[in-house]
């Protein structure tokens, strides 16, 4: 069956390319489609450090902790694409074009798929017990805050399309917070030290990324998912469940970090 394992991993390596490389041209797509200018697709090579490090990784030793690097630089490169996107195109969002809200929306729901595909390429004499515990552990927490982040900025596509009165301000304040969480995430991969098929936490490092998160994220998303969703009557209830048991879980892990310290 050794054929097949390493068929699967090959397919996965294969599936993230294609969909990174989908990503980065429908994201620079926006703003030359609504400016008429092509050159603004230049915006594709700012994934080219990411894609670079996931080549020379997966060509020789994709160990664990390496690719979280190539996740560090995709998450910037991401980041400055939805910046860009909202800055220069923002209100003119047309839903009636391809490259409309609702592809927007798709588009940026392939970050977390990208998350478990990265995630899934280490080498698997890099696949100790600890380390696929770890993966396991990643792949549910992350994927989860980055669909959070992904909805917030839904929050703000659909009042593009359908105007439920939202200010703008109000949502140049999702844009940021959202973008925020994402960068988060950076951190979040940044708390576990590999070594040698080992695997620990830096404390001092995940006692403040949850305290962080509860302040500057989950608790900010409660909050503007409460307004949204009893002021503007747009359905936020499943993810403000999300945002609660959020601060419940850091709360928790805060509480463990300084037992176990």
């Not at 020789?60 to 690719?67: D, Q, Y």
């Not at 109000?170 to 973008?179: D, R, T």
């Not at 993810?239 to 048991?245: D, L, R, T």
Request: proline share 2%.
């Amino acid at each position: 069956m050794a054929w097949f394992a390493a068929f699967c991993k090959w397919g996965a390596r294969a599936v993230f390319f294609a969909l990174i490389i989908i990503q980065c041209i429908v994201l620079a797509g926006y703003p030359a489609t609504y400016r008429n200018n092509s050159r603004w697709y230049a915006l594709a090579t700012s994934f080219a450090p990411a894609l670079i490090v996931w080549f020379s990784l997966i060509a020789s030793n994709a160990k664990l902790r390496r690719l979280f690097y190539v996740w560090d630089l995709y998450i910037i490169a991401l980041i400055s694409n939805i910046a860009i996107v909202f800055l220069v195109v923002g209100d003119s969002l047309d839903k009636n074009k391809l490259l409309g809200p609702n592809a927007l929306k798709l588009v940026l729901c392939i970050t977390p798929l990208l998350l478990l595909l990265l995630l899934h390429n280490a080498d698997d004499s890099d696949q100790t017990d600890e380390h696929r515990e770890l993966v396991s552990k990643l792949s549910y927490q992350m994927a989860i805050d980055l669909f959070d982040a992904v909805d917030m900025i839904d929050i703000v596509l659909e009042e593009i399309e359908h105007d439920f009165g939202i200010p703008n301000e109000f949502g140049a304040v999702m844009i940021v917070l959202a973008c925020f969480s994402l960068m988060l995430s950076i951190w979040q991969l940044a708390e576990n030290k590999l070594r040698r098929g080992e695997t620990k936490i830096r404390f001092r490092n995940a006692f403040f990324r949850n305290v962080v998160e509860i302040l500057l994220v989950n608790l900010p998303f409660l909050v503007i998912r409460g307004v949204v969703f009893f002021k503007y009557g747009n359905n936020e209830s499943i993810f403000m469940a999300k945002n609660v048991i959020a601060i419940i879980l850091s709360v928790l892990e805060i509480r463990h970090i300084y037992v176990s310290r």
